[in-house]
């Protein structure tokens, strides 16, 4: 997979070899720490045994990828089942995506009237609209408050929480996106979904131990 990293002022983009045979966690590096959810809105279970923590970026074409071929399945198979909550925090690549930090505040805003995940969702549907898109115009398509939604975009309401994503990514050892905690073990990349299904049941394994 191409992982897209900011490579502090000037964007880069590496290839990470293809993973085969399997999930294999990354080594959590001496010094990282493991992400938490933060404040961040949970969907799914809030009590599951297992959470599934992304870092992404909205115009990222991996977590994309991510999002069409692997969060459908496993919110079905283990979302909706109680097994797995997930969080969404925010990985903006300013240096290569700069809209993603734009939207991912527009998102925000959108949780502020509870439809968080409605609001994600559409970005990632409409991906390649999101260089010209107006998100006060989708936030109205999506029958969101426009007064409250457009005041909350004007603002910058939730421009430090996108920042401290952000910077807990950092902290966690995140070199780009998506970038993916199970149980707070890291999977960095787009991963098939069989492998994060076998990531999840070796991690629910654990937490019945």
Known sequence: ALVYTNGGSEGRARTLAAVGGGASPITQ??????????DDVVLG???????????????????GKLFREVEGKMRDEYIKTGKVRMVYRDFPLDSIHPYARKVAEAAECARAEGKYWLYHDALFNRQEEIPTLDVRVLAKELGLDAAAFDACVKNETYKDEV????????AAGVRGTPANFINGKSYEGAYP???????????LAESIR
């Open 29 to 38: 590096e001496p010094g990282k720490n493991i992400p938490d959810i933060d």
């Open 45 to 63: 279970n809030p009590d599951a045994p297992v959470t599934f923590i992304s870092f992404g970026d909205f115009q990222c074409p991996y977590c």
């Open 193 to 203: 979904y069989a492998d994060i299904k076998q990531a999840i049941e070796e991690a």
């Open 163 to 170: 920042q401290n994503d952000f910077e807990d990514g950092i």
